[in-house]
């Protein structure tokens, strides 16, 4: 195993000596409880602001008396010109770093003793995190949340310039932001903006982003960074690196810290789309994550049924496995006309129930992707929605996936839902597939009894069962409520959602048909569940906006609280409605990213481009 090295840097400003030497002595205990375990070296780098140079000679004789308790630390001194801020700080400690990791750290902030080999273990284990953020504690023991989503212009305001009585009256605006409805003993990603106490960055991200932002002081630079590495790496929170912060200041007291505050943030703001600025500002977090695509393997296919192929996603799909030398098999309920390819065979079967022998279907294949379900309804009419939905979702599932496995099929993909793992999730602590299931409708109940099934006739009979389950899926002829918005969206009229940070996982059509070409094939997909979507979630806010943009034009989006939204659908009878566009559903891929090497083949932008694209062209054909 290789040596790893560690640098890490500390902004000091007249500080106290005997609260930096706990910090420092920390440290020390963390890096021998590291190299018991892993071989790795340690460097620190120390940054004087004071514009003091007797107390910059004082603190170098100090750092001479204590060396000898830094064994395992090379330590160094440098002094700034002047007070430079916390960013402007640590870079001139970045810029002359060469290292695996880099540790950005508040002189008054005391790691846990095993603090540093748990942040080597986690980002050794996860080469696509660029950021660890730790569990902060106060050294009473109290907890303190940390983890911060964007701030809103609002909170902005409460946080610094506010006066208290705001504070407390809307305290449930600060406990949101502060992540407070997430899980702090788990892990939450990804990680809007992280605490500039403790800062693990994987270097290489760090010097790729060009380090702190110069033009912040004091102030939002570790929102601005945590922003900007989003766009290139992940960024984690991780509960089991813990750290002590003796913090007792109150840096937005004085009215000189309250204009340095006002100022960093009419900054912040501006940089990136606020209301002060263009909407393109924020346009680089479209970037993909992870690595380059190009040595993903193409290997050819064999033969692919394809169940509910005339559908939104069988249309795509069926194309996409023939490009890549699948023979496919496509099931249809009627003639397809625009399935027309030497290596697409349709087959009609206007009633799957009437099938009583699928070998003729299923002779050759290698793989089933089964897309035939009935969808969900927002309006169900059925008075025994469940019985209808297992009837079709589960026992015609049940009967196709033993058919396939004693027709020697080697495996079977099924498209699931989302909905099985529930409705809305926390922001930041996004969906798994490890996470217990709540299906909370009859459409997501039949999914996940399906599911259930699968595996139990997998573990039975050899068959490899891959299940899939998608976000909402949209692409050029996409249907129901993604179609209503559009159409909305092109009407020159006000929409009240210009107040909506929820945070939606999506799935371009796109994506969704690369990655189940990818399952079709892939050694490691087998008998896994998988979700799925873009690798980048969107508010209802920016999606607005983006496919506005897109289709010619800007959105009018009023700033209509979340609250007075569900009031409004409580009263008009559309409460679930409402309450699914105000919510969050994000989901977790690193599983695709990491085990299968996948990645999106299409950004959002790129997706919603397309899809505005084609509805422009629908009706240029309907004129």
């Not at 120390?46 to 008396?65: C, G, M, R, T």
């Not at 692919?304 to 069988?314: K, Q």
């Not at 983006?546 to 800007?554: F, T, V, Y």
Request: aromatic share 8%.
């Amino acid at each position: 195993m290789k040596c790893l090295t560690v640098t890490a840097s500390l902004v000091l400003y007249k500080p106290d000596l005997a609260v930096l030497e706990r910090t420092l002595l920390a440290m020390q205990k963390a890096a021998e409880v590291a190299r018991q375990s892993i071989p790795v070296s340690f460097e620190v780098t120390l940054v004087d602001n004071s514009d003091d140079q007797s107390l910059f000679s004082k603190i170098e004789h100090w750092l001479n008396d204590i060396a000898p308790r830094l064994p395992d630390w090379k330590v160094r001194v440098l002094k700034a010109a002047g007070n430079l801020g916390y960013g402007r700080g640590n870079n001139l400690a970045i810029d002359q770093v060469d290292s695996d990791f880099h540790l950005v750290i508040n002189p008054d902030v005391f790691v846990d003793a095993d603090a540093l080999l748990q942040c080597l273990h986690f980002m050794e284990a996860e080469p696509g995190v660029g950021l660890l953020s730790p569990a902060v504690f106060g050294e009473d023991g109290e907890r303190h949340f940390l983890c911060k989503r964007h701030p809103t212009l609002f909170v902005m305001f409460l946080r610094s310039v506010a006066p208290s009585i705001l504070d407390r009256l809307f305290g449930s605006v600060i406990r949101r932001f502060e992540m407070r409805d997430c899980d702090y003993e788990k892990a939450i990603h990804p990680l809007e903006y992280p605490s500039g106490c403790f800062l693990f960055f994987r270097t290489r991200v760090l010097k790729q982003i060009g380090g702190f932002d110069p033009g912040f002081f004091l102030h939002y630079e570790d929102a601005d960074i945590g922003r900007r590495l989003l766009a290139v790496a992940r960024s984690v929170y991780v509960p089991q690196v813990r750290v002590v912060h003796r913090w007792s200041r109150d840096t937005h007291r004085s009215l000189r810290s309250k204009i340095i505050t006002i100022r960093s943030g009419f900054r912040y703001w501006r940089k990136w789309g606020g209301v002060f600025s263009a909407p393109q500002a924020g346009e680089a977090l479209f970037r993909e994550l992870g690595a380059s695509d190009d040595d993903r393997a193409s290997v050819p296919g064999g033969m692919a049924v394809v169940t509910g192929a005339n559908g939104f996603v069988g249309r795509a799909l069926c194309p996409v496995l023939a490009s890549r030398g699948w023979q496919v098999r496509a099931v249809v309920r009627s003639f397809p006309e625009d399935l027309e390819s030497p290596a697409i065979e349709p087959v009609v079967i206007p009633d799957f129930d009437a099938v009583s022998d699928w070998s003729p279907v299923l002779s050759g294949a290698d793989v089933v992707i089964h897309l035939a379900a009935r969808v969900h309804q927002m309006r169900e009419a059925d008075k025994d929605p469940l019985s209808e939905y297992r009837r079709v979702n589960v026992a015609l599932t049940c009967r196709l996936a033993l058919a396939a496995a004693a027709a020697g099929v080697r495996r079977f993909v099924f498209v699931s839902s989302v909905k099985v793992n529930g409705e809305q999730s926390p922001v930041g602590q996004p969906f798994t597939p490890e996470d217990p299931a709540h299906p909370a409708d009859p459409y997501a109940i039949s999914k996940y009894e399906a599911e259930q099934a699968l595996q139990k006739i997998g573990r039975e009979t050899g068959l490899q069962v891959v299940i899939v389950r998608p976000v909402l899926v949209y692409g050029p002829g996409v249907k129901a409520n993604f179609e209503s918005m559009m159409a909305w969206l092109r009407r020159p009229v006000p929409l009240p959602f210009g107040a909506l940070f929820n945070r939606r996982s999506l799935v371009a059509l796109d994506n969704l048909v690369d990655f189940l070409a990818t399952v079709a094939r892939h050694p490691r997909a087998a008998n896994r569940v998988f979700l799925i979507s873009d690798g980048y979630d969107l508010s209802l806010r920016e999606l607005m906006l983006l496919l506005r943009e897109k289709l010619g034009g800007r959105a009018l989006l009023l700033p209509v609280s979340m609250e007075l939204l569900r009031h409004a659908g409580l009263l008009l009878g559309q409460k679930a409605y409402v309450e699914r566009l105000c919510s969050s559903l994000q989901v977790d891929i690193s599983s695709a990213i990491q085990e299968l090497a996948w990645h999106p083949v299409v950004s959002p932008e790129e997706a919603l481009a397309q899809l505005a694209g084609s509805m422009a062209e629908t009706s240029g054909a309907k004129q």
